[in-house]
């Protein structure tokens, strides 16, 4: 009798175990969708600022607000891209890290979860020879 209650109880813990796992794995997958459009962006602005790097300083550049095109400075223009593209590197390296650490917290459920399927196998192999 109170291998069944403990059995139960292994299986609530997984059936837990496996719904956190799943919350993980959406996360990564979120992560990994937001990742690919700043690593997008970041290629954009990589090539915007060798446009801007090609054009001679006397030249016209425009910044589209909304509607409208405004006359923009190139240096302005140049520093602004190259902001931008600070921002981008370092979101994503902040993503990276991210992404580190909830794959090694995934890889951590599975094993949590081996090892209570493992654990259910030997109860029930047990409660099938009694």
């Not at 060798?50 to 054009?55: H, I, M, N, P, W």
């Not at 030249?59 to 405004?70: S, T």
């Not at 890290?97 to 917290?105: A, G």
């Amino acid at each position: 009798m109170a291998s069944s209650v403990a059995l139960r109880d292994l299986q609530r813990d997984l059936e837990n175990k496996a719904n956190d796992l799943s919350k993980l794995q959406k996360d990564i997958s979120k992560n990994h969708q937001i990742r690919k459009k700043y690593t997008i962006q970041l290629g954009e602005n990589e090539l915007v600022l060798k446009e801007l790097d090609l054009l001679n300083e006397d030249a016209n550049v425009y910044k589209l607000i909304g509607p409208v095109l405004v006359k923009q400075d190139l240096a302005e223009a140049r520093a602004n891209v190259k902001k931008r593209i600070e921002y981008i590197s370092a979101e994503l390296k902040r993503l990276d890290s991210t992404l580190q650490d909830l794959e090694e917290k995934q890889n951590s459920k599975k094993e949590t979860i081996l090892k209570l399927q493992q654990k259910i196998q030997s109860l029930q192999a047990g409660k099938g020879k009694a």
